[in-house]
C-alpha cells in the first residue's frame, strides 16, 4: 500500500491534503540521497497517483521555479566532481546537502525571490521548478443508500411517465410496465 492511500484512509472527508515532492530527475544529486528521496517526479505522474489514490486534485504547480537553472547547473557540477573525486581508498567523498548556513544578504535575497514567485502563483501555476506543490482534498462521502436512492429518482426522472389512472394490478415486479400484452419485458433495477 502507497503512502498517498494510506493517508487516504487517515484524512476525514472533506479534509486537505498539502504535499511537495521534488521535480525532474534531472535535479538528482546527493542532496536526494541524504533526504531518502526515491524519485523525482513530473506534475502529470504525480496528479495521476493522487487521483488513483482516492483525492481530488485542487491545485498542482511546480514551484521554486527561480531557482530551477541555478539548482540544475550546480547539482551537474557538484555530481561530476563527486564522480571524479575520491580519497584515497577510491570510495566517493560523503554526501553534502545543498543546504547550508547562508549569510543573511543571501538567504534575504533568497526569501524576498521565494516571495515574489509565491506572488505569482496566485495568478497561475508554474511551468517547471525545482519542487511540485499538490493541495487535494479527500471527497465528501455519501451513503451508500443516499446514493441508490438518487440513481432510482435519476432514472426515474427520465423514464416515460404513466398516464394518472394506469391499472398496475397485476404487473409483476421485475416486467417492464408497457409491454405489449402477454409478453414481458427487460426486468427493471427498480
Not at 22 to 32: G, N, Q
Not at 81 to 95: D, K, V
Not at 113 to 138: C, Q
Request: aromatic share 8%; glycine share 6%; proline share 7%.
Amino acid at each position: 500500500m502507497g503512502i498517498l492511500t494510506s493517508l487516504f484512509r487517515v484524512i476525514k472527508p472533506g479534509g486537505h491534503l498539502i504535499i511537495t515532492v521534488p521535480a525532474f530527475d534531472a535535479l538528482w544529486s546527493e542532496h536526494d540521497e541524504i533526504n531518502h528521496h526515491k524519485r523525482r517526479y513530473r506534475a502529470p505522474h504525480l496528479r495521476m497517483l493522487i487521483q488513483e489514490a482516492g483525492f481530488d486534485v485542487e491545485r498542482l504547480t511546480y514551484c521554486n521555479t527561480a531557482l530551477y537553472f541555478p539548482v540544475l547547473v550546480t547539482r551537474k557540477l557538484k555530481n561530476a566532481w563527486r564522480a571524479l573525486s575520491r580519497n584515497s581508498m577510491g570510495t566517493p567523498r560523503p554526501l553534502k546537502s545543498d543546504l547550508d548556513d547562508y549569510p543573511a544578504p543571501i538567504n534575504d535575497a533568497l526569501y524576498g525571490l521565494m516571495r515574489a514567485e509565491t506572488r505569482l502563483m496566485d495568478s497561475f501555476n508554474m511551468p517547471f521548478g525545482v519542487s511540485i506543490l499538490a493541495v487535494a482534498t479527500r471527497p465528501l462521502e455519501t451513503e451508500p443508500a443516499v446514493e441508490i436512492a438518487a440513481s432510482i429518482f435519476d432514472r426515474m426522472d427520465h423514464s416515460p411517465r404513466l398516464p394518472k389512472d394506469a391499472d398496475l394490478a397485476g404487473v409483476v415486479v421485475g416486467e417492464t410496465v408497457g409491454a405489449e400484452s402477454g409478453t414481458r419485458g427487460e426486468p427493471s433495477l427498480v
